[in-house]
């Protein structure tokens, strides 16, 4: 038997392949998918199967191109009309060896999810596991706002539903996900790679709460959107590009200055000092592990994308990352990173740090707009330090008219890399005279600095 | 949260490494232990914890190497002495980040044998999973044969109850066992990498027969024991040489030569055909899967090993496996392959192969011996060859006296490539007319011919 | 500066990335060209320019993918009308840094074969390296036999006068030719991975000969050309397609069964002696490292190519070298290697082998057609076992006319290898007493058996 | 023939790897050499002979452990004594097949330098190449100062006729040198991987100059000379110590503190940028790519070596770069980076950073210290800012009286990497007031800015 998880650091996003007697199925593959071919060659199998639990939103799905390389057949859910592969319904089974793995409709995430139950049937035809796509995480639920504030309550029952239904294979049943921690599509997903439907059943706070109260609880909620899901659901229906990862041009500092008047979006991957302490104007900071979690809300997919580093590490990882979001215009990278614009004496933007301590100085002795940027549910919420104004990252570039141009702004967040990218934003728009803070709340609670709430 | 699985194929033994917030520890390391290291690396962590589940005897553990590395502390169970490391005791727990390793002393297979419970402290200290060496298995239960006749029934008893321990920590815990399918150390463990409290409590022959029946079961059975398992035992015990991968030398024909005249041991690793249709004479065959099952049957841990393939190709899989059941004497490889010693007209050992049709006409034509060398208990006892008589390929150098020279061997096993390695030790000792049958049993049965069983 | 050879094994495929200052050209960029483009991100460049140093018949060249991925243009000889790319001529020059490729036509193996001579402006504009393609190798030159015999005598003049242009860049200047030893473009290629002009004045023996009598002896030459030819210089002249590495299915014996009787072209990549033994009849023995040299006489672009190996150890490399060649029509492999195929009681073709040692008594004692597939010029020129017959191994399916079916064949070969691929080819045209010779020739030399001569 | 140069970024150290028929040599091999053993096993060859061309003072030789793993013989040149190994003397000669490798004494970089002369014993026995170690290199001569004042003229000499020697071999014959380009060893290689006694010729500046005049410059010259000189030169004189590569531990921000508090080295891999925007007090800044020329100025074998990056990217680059140079004491890696550091709220050190532009105001408005830290020969010679004053990076802790406390300092060099590491060494001693300017020297010459030179 042939089981791997294949993890998509970033978006967290799990996608699994299952096999046995050298047939193999693919469980929501990621849009990079030759790991796919390389695990089913290394275990002798054949992929014959593609299963979507659901149409994604936060990632260009791969079927149609790993399908193409492998020849398999895609399935999904039936209650949403796909422009390519079948239909499945609730019940229909699939074999693979001696294991089957049966449909089970389980609506709410969207309309057509989809779980997968698979059995052993040399095994006493028992559940083992179940593929649970976005309905149910190790610790929590998936989102359930997609289809509008007036089907919410709706969209919660269907999906606490459809959890009850995987919870009666079992408690032994283990419970593959499509996603793990730092995922847009669950808030609070535990950091853990595997669970039980046991586990579940004694430890997900949303569970425990009961239907009602988690339905009441949803209906109240409005968690986040970045505007790239409206791409990802276009493409993951009607069928995604099947491009090649982009093999981007090594540009001098001299050909990045020719792009940058066409319009190009520079995206500066580096940590928050080194984007503080010098960068190229109009350049947008996403340190590099914030790539799949904040690309989304601030790059287009029309201008090409230039990535800045310091020493142009690993850059092949953003690229992957980006891909995996869609992006397929990633063009140049600056050769030699950011020290070959300073040798070149190209423009230099900057802006200032300050450590806590310094914050609170300031805070003391100047007028400034404090502006917070953190999520507000998970992180403002639980405490703030006092004075500051609150914007989300996502969405501050719709919330401009709340800042003022006339005093300094410092910007914090959790831990010192968002406020960077908000400053980045703040930059673009001619905010001049901006702060962001080393180590963010967590320094500032660390500090044992005074906390406000909201009332 | 950092968990993986590390699969030795072969021996087919799992070790795990788990930690949270910097500090991991890992479970029954092999000896090739730079995985864990890259591992620990890769995720940000500090191996901190080694920790042995008992002292294994069908492999050599790498506690002492990987301690060494990374200024680990190694534990086991406090019901053996150890020349190293420190003992533990039911209900010792150890904490990473917001993880708990609690040791529950499980004992049955061996008698120091632990299992380590992992929590969460931080999500209500549920059990997760549980580490449970070689106690229970997929499918299976560990061996109880070690300590005799006399003990079979106190150790068959006390790994039942071992086992209703690791139960009772709840159905939807996931049970992490030390080996997977393929392994010496359980007859049936089930091809699946994965199971549950729940998925054994449904599935699990043994268990399911209850106490009784199981401990009666138990004490009439006699597995095979290799002679490699003492070597094990030894140095398992009072700590395994801290020596690197051998980097065997490449040999010409001519300097393998004057090797075996000084007593080498020459191991071929192709398949049963190319061995059959030319050898170098006194070579033992055991095909590059086998490895790891047969080759602490036969070889001394004394003479240099010398290692025949068709291409070399991925010799250094062999050596690793080699390596991990402590033989640190693979000093040459036959550079070109068997190929070279055919050109430099080399001595060349054949025998004869036929199919399954064709030994149904030899044995209608003329007097053979026909030769059964599976394993007793699971294969023969399920059907033979008529006329064929059964000596265990492990047991055959001891049983010789009963296989007659004065007529044609013929050899068959389950697949046909067993019965390469018997034909290559009888011919070691002077047998000459041998043949061996493609694709053995399995091809017998297909054919429909009939199958005898013993009254 | 940048500089890397890339080698493709088996077809003996030298390719080059050069560049500096963050440009780089490929040249001669082979079909699977992922490997520039890594080099190149991991050097910072960007290949900007690919070379064609002439029309390629042996392999399938690369270069329209590789710019479509990383939108370089591509660069070729004005003798020629490609339907894609650019011409240039005798003089064009283009920078890199501070490098520059310089244009130097070398007609003679082909009419539009070209030279790069490398200089570095900065360090005196010194020729330092030249790209001489498919003109002059190490310790050879190229084949000048593809215009036919009118042309013979022509072009000979014509390479050994490019080869003179090559030489006055003056004896330091470092030689990167095309191939290596090995290669069916030339059939004396030194093993060497490097040369200077002053090392080929030095050790040439055809340049040594002086031009006259070079062009005497091609003149009298014909060079064994292989049928995939035509295919390659169809594809290199208008373009070869841009379909990926093949994924090959895993078959099982049932479903190959099914595909033998639909014409599926069986390829089995092991050693001799195990083909021998048992395989499946009507399958092609190439030994794995015989496919670069061989596939390309007997294998049909059309039929889907299935692979039979023992184990199947590192089957990619197959499938890279007959994507080389064109193949993208390798469609399964069978699953668990030969060995299934026995077990599942397959039909069984075999074949004997022998000694050099049983040659000779068989030869003493039996009237046999002894059949020596070897190559005439390079090798049975040199000296044959009495008695032999000659075909060549490619040019066997042609002459089977010269081989007698009512007497014993034995064949063999330089080492042992295509004999069995001989074999083959004889056992699917329903020769049944075949019998191959283990090591050949230069066995039966070490033995110091006799050895005729042609008079 | 197997011929591979393996390449140690960094201290741009050059090892080859050259066998034929199965046996094969490695010519100064680095001290992680599992590369060697990875290549030799991948050919089909064992390491029998392992050369050093001469005791090397730039990084730990890794001669010993290699010869430990492969059993392979180490040799030296016989002019000094070593702890180890075996002297060859001018004309001794070893066969690798139909290679020959011929001892030629090549003093004057050190007195017991050797290069060895590559012969095709099978082709003429013509010089193909020559290892030529710390003799010639491409476009430069190595350094001749080792052995004090009174010997400079004599060394030069000798360096001058040994090179005449290596040229006698003939133009054509391929110089592969122990340094490529950005060695400590030679001042100005060539960033050309290849050369040829021809191409040297007719390019290398230091030759074509004249004995004499070569003579006459080299007794004026006194390079640079980091102090872990030393150190290499005992180990490799006595033979370095086997250690592995250094597993470091990954620290919380409390584990570091305490670290601190008993004097561990803290170094700081990071780019200027953010080094200046935010560092942990005390920590020495060497940016990744200056580890391997700048390490052995200012870090100790003693006390232990903490790393801190931005994201852990490739750590294990720098761990390996340390080893090379000797350093086992790399014992910890700031966990989550300098990110954890600031959300922990620890003590933070800044510097500024400025443009040219900003330079130029400053200058012109403000009494400041204007620092120059780069190399005097190379760079200071061919002009500085007017008003600066210079002390060599090196040699800067020396020089600390000659920086005055009491007005700000401005740090400059090449191109803004070393003024950061220059910055922490004045921070470490309590400068305050400390500037480093971004893009150094080269943007202020881009700016086209005024010029100073010495008279």
Redesign the interface.
């Known amino acids: 038997?042939l089981?791997e998880r294949v993890v998509s650091e970033g978006i967290a996003h799990l996608s699994y392949i299952i096999g046995d007697?050298?047939k193999a199925a693919v469980i929501d593959p990621r849009r990079d998918g030759e790991v796919y071919?390389d695990i089913a060659?290394r275990s002798?199998?054949?992929i014959t199967h593609i299963f979507e639990t659901h149409r994604n939103e936060d990632y260009m799905i791969g079927s149609l191109a790993l399908a193409d390389?492998?020849?398999a057949e895609i399935y999904h859910g039936a209650a949403m009309d796909f422009a390519y592969g079948n239909a499945v319904h609730d019940g229909d089974s699939f074999r693979f060896g001696s294991l089957s793995l049966q449909v089970l409709e389980t609506p709410g995430h969207t309309e057509e999810s989809i779980s997968l139950v698979v059995r052993?049937t040399a095994?006493?035809d028992?559940p083992?596991?179940v593929f649970s796509g976005d309905t149910v995480f190790a610790?929590d639920i998936a989102r359930t706002d997609f289809f509008g504030v007036d089907r919410k309550q709706e969209m919660a029952e269907k999906i606490f539903d459809s959890i009850m239904r995987i919870f009666a294979l079992?408690?032994?049943?283990?419970i593959c996900p499509a996603h793990g921690a730092g995922s847009v599509c669950g808030g609070k997903i535990?950091?853990?790679?595997?669970t039980?439907?046991?586990?579940?059943?004694?430890?997900n706070h949303l569970i425990r709460m009961g239907r009602q109260s988690f339905v009441s609880q949803r209906v109240t909620e409005s968690p986040y959107k970045p505007p790239y899901f409206r791409t990802m659901e276009h493409f993951n229906r009607s069928g995604a590009p099947g491009v090649?990862l982009p093999?981007p041009?090594?540009?001098?500092p001299i050909e990045l200055q020719t792009l940058r008047k066409c319009g190009c979006q520079v995206i500066d991957i580096?940590?928050?000092?080194?984007?503080?302490?010098?960068h190229i104007p109009g350049s947008l900071s996403i340190?590099?592990?914030g790539i799949s979690s904040y690309a989304g809300w601030f790059l287009s997919y029309e201008n090409p994308v230039v990535i800045i580093d310091?020493?142009?590490?690993?850059?092949?990882e953003i690229i992957r990352q980006l891909y995996r979001l869609g992006y397929d215009n990633v063009d140049g990278?600056l050769?030699?990173?950011?020290?070959s614009?300073?040798?070149?004496?190209g423009e230099?933007g900057?802006f200032r740090?300050c450590?806590?301590y310094g914050l609170r100085e300031r805070l003391e002795r100047e007028e400034v707009f404090l502006l917070d940027v953190r999520d507000i549910r998970n992180r403002r919420d639980a405490g703030f330090i006092p004075g500051s104004h609150h914007t989300y990252l996502g969405e501050l570039p719709g919330h401009l008219d709340m800042i003022p141009r006339d005093v300094p702004v410092i910007i914090y967040c959790d831990?010192?890399?968002k406020s960077a990218t908000a400053a980045s934003i703040l930059a673009m728009h001619q905010y001049r005279d901006l702060t962001t803070v080393?180590?963010?709340m967590?320094?500032?609670e660390?500090?044992g600095f005074p906390i406000g709430h909201e009332k």
Do not use: H, Y
């Open positions: 038997m089981f007697e050298g071919l060659a002798g199998c054949t390389r492998c020849k052993d095994g006493g028992v083992l596991l610790g079992g408690d032994g049943v283990i535990a950091d853990r790679p595997f039980t439907v046991g586990i579940e059943k004694s430890t090649p093999a041009r090594f540009l001098t580096r940590a928050p000092g080194g984007f503080a302490a010098g340190w590099r592990n310091d020493f142009n590490q690993n850059t092949g990278i050769a030699g990173g950011i020290g614009w300073f040798k070149n004496g230099v900057t740090t450590t806590v831990a010192g890399f080393l180590g963010g967590a320094a500032w660390r500090a």
